[in-house]
């Protein structure tokens, strides 16, 4: 291979040596490698062709292997209280071994693939390599998708360039003479590991080749291992999208846009506020990402965001012409589908995507399917993953190696009482306290009970690559640095319900209208009353031109439910609880204020 990287041929033949491979292929990233790749797949029945998507597959993993795997998720550093109670734990030097054990021969029979890929536009001061080395084509051509990677990023690697060794195995060795195991993992949980060593850094997956446990760039790089590095250099890596918001008569893209990074629990509608289709005249929304954001100073002063990730992995469940027509139209052709169901006539399905199911599906399993059989055609977790350059309304900027300067934050969740349609933090700090409190109810699409409210700080509790107390220090820390410069806050709800249990907001591309109250107070107009939970919308503020919903619905949504409130506090004092001795004093100050405007005092320990 090209490269005289003496550490990278030193690590790969170290692992080399240890999973004893076959053949070992290093990833040039070329359409003839990626077209071979796919067709060996399709040889050996891991995907099939999708006749009706252009250069589309559909992929069906083993039923074990259907989503990320936190139980079996761990930090691994030399302290165990750096990792922080929201983290499972284990000792670096015990798990090394365990993984060494585990790798050994973990690849005979199989050909190794070393995978040099890029977080971020390549040349870009943000972002950062990493080379993957893993037993899985699906891997090589997802990478292929959703970083960039192959032979321009070795060379842009160069003979010393840093790099977060990411090391990945199936887990599976082929018996002799069987090479038809159309989706090899360990089948039992207990043999699937997730393992991150962020002092290394360094990434060891095994077991599992679902994207989120093995496309090591997302969420392990990205976030887990992306997070530690960003707390000790001073950035930030967060689980947040970023869209573009241009008013009317202006170009997208241009001075005039606005920048937004907002993040939400899973089942939030992450990936369709990304790619909103504006309800309101004149405006534009462009997307940068659907999923993480790294955020740093800029030499001007102002906070700068990447997407380290060229590609979407979107939840295909709900996806529809109705609530995502953008995402509908990024994956008419070049996508790769996982676990969804197929028609007789060569297409793809799954639940949401049409009122009525086709005739005659076969499930996410390969089984036939009717209506009514009791059982889902496409998995829950079924997924995409295409290119962002086929998004019709991907930004302009996506590519800019300084990134896009943020303008506002915007943290959410799924809150059907309590918490108002929008909310705009009093200052910084208050915009981390929001951030440190969100959490989200669980849906039917959680395993566990539903309806019970999680906190899901920052929307970072199964992605934050070390204590969660520290990590909110390093939020108030940003914002010291960023001073006058730094963004706006918010918050939003889409989900609160009336008495009826009925949604109060249409939302998708009606949440323009609070985008639009957003700009309004960016830009300095008088929309907003002070309340103790932060600013809120002032009657009439939200534009309704068009929607029909009454003064009274939209009061309702915006209104301070002061029992709630009182309820809510109890549940923060608890959060905190859990993560001291390492609750900045701030946040507490600012829960006992918040306690202070419903007449009462938080239990929590005062600075
Ligand atoms: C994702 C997730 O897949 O957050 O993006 O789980
Ligand atoms: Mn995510």
Aim: proline share 8%; with cysteine.
């Amino acid at each position: 291979m090209a490269t005289q990287h003496a550490r990278l041929l030193a690590w790969v033949d170290d692992m080399a040596a240890l999973c004893a491979p076959s053949a070992i292929h290093w990833c040039d990233g070329s359409d003839r490698e990626y077209q071979g790749l796919l067709a060996g797949m399709v040889a050996s029945g891991t995907i099939v062709p999708v006749p009706a998507r252009p250069e589309s597959f559909a992929c069906r993993t083993h039923p074990s292997d259907v989503a990320r795997i936190e139980d079996r998720t761990f930090i691994c550093t030399t302290d165990r209280a750096d990792a922080g109670p929201t983290n499972k734990w284990a000792d670096p030097i015990e798990m090394k071994a365990t993984l060494r054990g585990r790798f050994t021969g973990c690849m005979a029979g199989r050909t190794l693939y070393v995978i040099p890929f890029c977080m971020g536009p390549l040349g870009s001061p943000m972002a950062r390599f990493g080379v993957e080395i893993t037993d899985s084509p699906y891997v090589v051509v997802s990478m292929r998708i959703m970083t960039r990677m192959g032979a321009n990023v070795l060379a842009a690697m160069g003979a010393d360039g840093a790099f977060v060794p990411c090391m990945h195995s199936v887990g599976a060795p082929l018996a002799p003479g069987r090479s038809d195991v159309s989706w090899p993992c360990a089948t039992e949980l207990a043999d699937k590991y997730i393992v991150h060593f962020p002092e290394d850094p360094s990434i060891w997956s095994f077991g599992s080749g679902y994207g989120g446990n093995a496309l090591l760039g997302k969420k392990c790089f990205a976030l887990r291992i992306a997070s530690h590095l960003a707390r000790d250099e001073g950035w930030m890596a967060e689980h947040m999208l970023i869209l573009g918001l241009t008013p009317p008569g202006a170009a997208p893209g241009s001075s005039h846009t606005r920048y937004v990074a907002a993040a939400f629990p899973s089942a939030c509608g992450k990936t369709n506020l990304a790619m909103l289709q504006p309800s309101l005249p004149g405006w534009t929304v462009r997307c940068v990402g659907d999923d993480i954001a790294w955020m740093r100073t800029d030499s001007d002063g102002w906070l700068h965001a990447i997407n380290p990730e060229a590609g979407f992995f979107g939840v295909a469940p709900g996806t529809s012409q109705e609530s995502n027509p953008n995402a509908m139209a990024t994956i008419r052709r070049g996508t790769i589908f996982t676990n969804v169901a197929t028609t007789p006539d060569g297409d793809v399905w799954w639940e949401g995507m049409t009122a009525e199911p086709p005739p005659q599906l076969t499930d996410w399993q390969g089984r036939p399917w009717q209506p009514g059989c009791g059982r889902p055609a496409a998995h829950p977790n079924a997924r995409f993953t295409a290119p962002l350059s086929q998004c019709p309304v991907v930004d302009p900027r996506f590519v800019d190696p300084k990134g896009v300067p943020i303008s506002a934050i915007v943290f959410g969740g799924r809150r059907p009482r309590t918490v108002p349609l929008v909310i705009e933090a009093h200052s910084w700090a208050h915009g981390v306290f929001l951030g440190a409190t969100a959490g989200s109810e669980t849906t039917a699409a959680t395993i566990g009970q539903s309806g019970v409210l999680r906190r899901d700080p920052f929307a970072m509790l199964p992605f934050c690559g070390y204590h969660m107390g520290d990590y909110f220090a390093h939020w108030l820390e940003m914002g010291r640095r960023l001073g006058a410069k730094a963004p706006r806050i918010f918050f939003v709800n889409w989900f609160r319900k009336g008495a009826d249990g009925r949604y109060l907001w249409p939302g998708f591309g009606e949440n323009i209208r609070v985008l639009k109250w957003m700009c309004e107070r960016l830009d300095g107009h008088e929309v907003a009353v002070d309340t103790p939970i932060g600013h809120l919308p002032r009657s009439g503020a939200i534009d309704r031109s068009g929607l029909d919903l009454d003064e009274a619905v939209m009061a309702e949504l915006c209104a301070v439910d002061r029992d709630g409130w009182r309820r809510e506090i109890t549940l923060i004092t608890e959060e905190f609880a859990s993560l001291e001795p390492r609750v900045p004093a701030e946040l507490r100050t600012l829960l006992a204020e918040l306690a202070r405007g419903f007449g009462g005092t938080s239990q929590g320990r005062q600075a």
